[in-house]
Structure formats: C-alpha cells, structure tokens
C-alpha cells in the first residue's frame, strides 16, 4: 500500500477548469495505476478515470469523457486529474486510489481493484 494527498479542489464556477492532484511518496507509487473517484452527498462513489502504471492507457466514465483527462508525471510520483467545461454536477469529494496490483497494464473501475486511497479533496462547481 502507499500513503496517497490529494489536493487541488476548490470552488469554480460552471464552465470553469481545476486540476487536482494525487501525490504519494512511496517509489512504488510508479509501478500501480491510479484511479480517480467521487462522491457526491447522498450518492454512492463513482468512478471517474483511470490510468496505467506507464501511463500509456487511461479510460473515463462516460459523464466525463471528453472533458476530463487523466495524466501522470512519474518523476513526479504525482498523477493529475485535469477538469475542463465543469459542470454542478461534477460537484463532489474527489478521491485518488492506487491499483493492487503493480505493473498492470490495465487499470478497473471498481473500488474494489484499489487498495490505497487517500483523503479526498472537494471540488464545488456554482451554476
């Protein structure tokens, strides 16, 4: 397991962008994929996106595609989620976790493939 913080949430009004990120500082962090999820009062958590350990394979939910994109900068040991053309619905706690599994070259969209995870970080979208 590795010890995951977001940050990067805030307040942006509809149509706005925001970048939120997941840094850990374990080295092995570079070998798991990491997924993005959210959950918004009285919702149950959702996937968002996902990317590989080599960061050459992501995949979104379909509420996001287009607008969202996942990234990962290994030298970094940090993985971005970029947020363009928001919308109130995108409003929630955002949470980063890491894959069980290293050196997977595909990444799931359940909760249960991810076994770190970390805080979360809120993101508000205003109408």
């Known amino acids: 397991q590795v010890q995951l913080v977001e940050s990067g949430g805030g307040l942006v009004q509809a149509g706005g962008s925001l970048r939120v990120s997941c840094a850990a500082s374990?080295?092995?962090?570079?070998?798991?994929?990491v997924g993005w999820f959210r959950q918004a009062p009285g919702k149950e958590r959702e996937f968002v996106a996902a990317?590989?350990?080599?960061?050459?394979?992501?995949h979104y939910a379909a509420s996001v595609k287009g607008r969202f994109t996942i990234s990962r900068d290994n030298a970094k040991n940090t993985v971005y989620l970029q947020m363009n053309s928001l919308k109130p619905d995108d409003t929630a706690v955002y949470y980063c976790a890491a894959d069980k599994t290293y050196f997977s070259d595909y990444v799931g969209d359940s909760p249960v493939s991810f076994d770190s995870w970390g805080q979360g970080t809120q993101v508000t979208v205003s109408s």
């Open positions: 990317i590989n350990w080599k960061g050459d394979s992501t």
């Open positions: 374990e080295r092995t962090f570079s070998w798991l994929g």
